[in-house]
């Protein structure tokens, strides 16, 4: 079986086409700019290394267009990988908000898509693209079964006391108003994959999966479930990220509004794009700078590195609390796994559960424990592949139907 994961922002597409008898991908791109001038596909036909990657500008005003590209890019007779459309067998998008209905993936009808469009209003952004993607999907593939796999379906089995916050409860229960969480679909997979890959059953485990990306967040799971998570009625919430604020006093928001003069979307925007590392350093988002200017001793690099490694720890450690104890602490997204300096610096604060850390393991790349064997709790980096998880339920949804 052959599936086509898309996955829609607001100006952007990503695709990756899997072939699911051997889990493998066979072609991957993205579309960029989309709506605006300059707009192109970067296209990499995996199957056909020869080709390696191709750059196509073209117009793409619409959603629409760049599905119709990324189309006739895997149909192409030289670089494409299918031969035709009909080779395609299911579709899974990726969905950001699913709100309290859908606690698991789902094969999408009418009905989904109405459901997609009511939780647009906690996700403006990114909804509508996904709703548009999905109705594209369906007019040029018609007949072809496509599912929605949505970023926050894998914490609707949180307890009432990690979602509702401390506002008057008609904020829940009129407006819809409490803890969804974000990066499920990847917090899903680390809690499968880290139990495979440690060789005991999910059901048994209290893992804690740190996804440190540029939106990063933390996610208690507790016998293969999620119990509690660190963003929340949107991905704003929780940790410092590489330009979002994370946690604040909600009262900054009317301070730090009057004293520049802005109003409250305005400070959104704020502390969305402005801040995190990004603010804290004077500019800089991407680790691996940070890393260089921490080195260099950049004071405002010092404290970027310093502020986001302690919430990290901090938000473990809440964690640990929550779940009484943990067994496994995982690592992954681009920082977690690509950064052996952050990891070694958070795990610097876990000294109290017992943690060690082997320095020579932490170096290495790729799935692998990065513990002693006397450590109490099992550290590890298991690289995330949100990808292959919506793809895994495409199939499982698409088969049974
Ligand atoms: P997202 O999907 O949220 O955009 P990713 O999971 O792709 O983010 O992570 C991107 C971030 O990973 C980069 O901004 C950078 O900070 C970090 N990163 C990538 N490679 C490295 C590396 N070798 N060392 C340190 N940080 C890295």
């Known amino acids: 079986m052959k599936v086509l994961v ?62 119709q590209i990324v189309i006739d890019c895997l149909t192409n ?30 094969l999408i009808d009418d009905s989904v898509i109405a459901a997609v469009q009511e939780c647009a209003e906690f996700s403006p952004l990114h909804n509508p ?27 609707q089995t949180m307890p009432r006391k990690a979602f509702i916050y401390g506002l008057p409860m008609k904020a829940y229960t009129e407006y819809g108003i409490r803890r969804y969480g974000f990066h499920g ?36 799971i507790n016998g293969g479930k999620s119990v509690d998570t660190s963003m929340g009625l949107t991905p704003l919430a929780g940790l410092v990220m590489g330009t979002r604020s994370g946690d604040i006093d909600p009262a900054i928001l009317e301070f730090y509004g009057r004293k520049e003069g802005l109003d409250v979307s305005q400070v959104t925007e704020v502390l969305n794009k402005k801040s995190g590392v990004f ?33 990290v720890a901090k938000t473990v450690g809440a964690y640990a609390a929550a779940m009484n104890g943990v067994d496994v602490i995982t690592f992954t997204a681009g920082i977690g796994e690509n950064s052996a300096f952050v ?36 550290v590890c980096v298991i690289p995330t592949d949100e990808e292959l998880m919506i793809a895994r339920d495409t199939k499982a949804l698409a088969e049974a139907q």
């Open 6 to 67: 898309i996955n829609c922002g607001s100006s952007s597409l990503k695709f990756q086409l899997m072939d699911m008898e051997t889990e493998s991908v066979e072609a991957k791109g993205l579309c960029e700019r989309i709506g605006s001038e300059g707009s192109r596909i970067v296209y990499t036909p995996v199957k056909k290394p020869e080709f390696g990657k191709i750059t196509i500008e073209s117009p793409m005003p619409t959603h629409k267009e760049a599905i």
């Open 129 to 155: 693209a996904n709703i548009i993607g999905i109705n594209v999907c369906r007019e040029l593939m018609p007949g072809v079964p496509e599912v929605a796999v949505f970023d926050t379906a894998f914490h």
């Open 279 to 311: 603010g804290i350093s004077g500019g800089k988002s991407d680790f691996r700078d940070l890393e260089e200017g921490f080195y260099a001793g950049d004071p405002g690099c010092v404290d970027a590195i310093e502020i986001f490694c302690y919430n």
């Open 77 to 106: 007779a030289e670089h494409g990988v299918v031969g035709s459309l009909s080779e395609i067998d299911a579709v899974g998008h990726r969905v950001v908000h699913g709100g309290e209905k859908y606690v698991d993936s789902v």
């Open 185 to 220: 679909t990847s917090h899903k997979f680390i809690a499968r994959q880290t139990a495979q890959f440690i060789g005991r059953p999910a059901e048994e485990l209290k893992i804690i999966s740190c996804h440190l990306g540029n939106g990063a967040s933390i996610c208690a």
């Open 343 to 378: 990891r070694g610096k958070v795990c610097e604060y876990f000294g109290y559960l017992g943690i060690k850390i082997d320095e020579a393991a932490n170096k290495e790349r790729g799935e692998h424990v990065i513990s002693t064997p006397d450590s109490k709790v099992t």
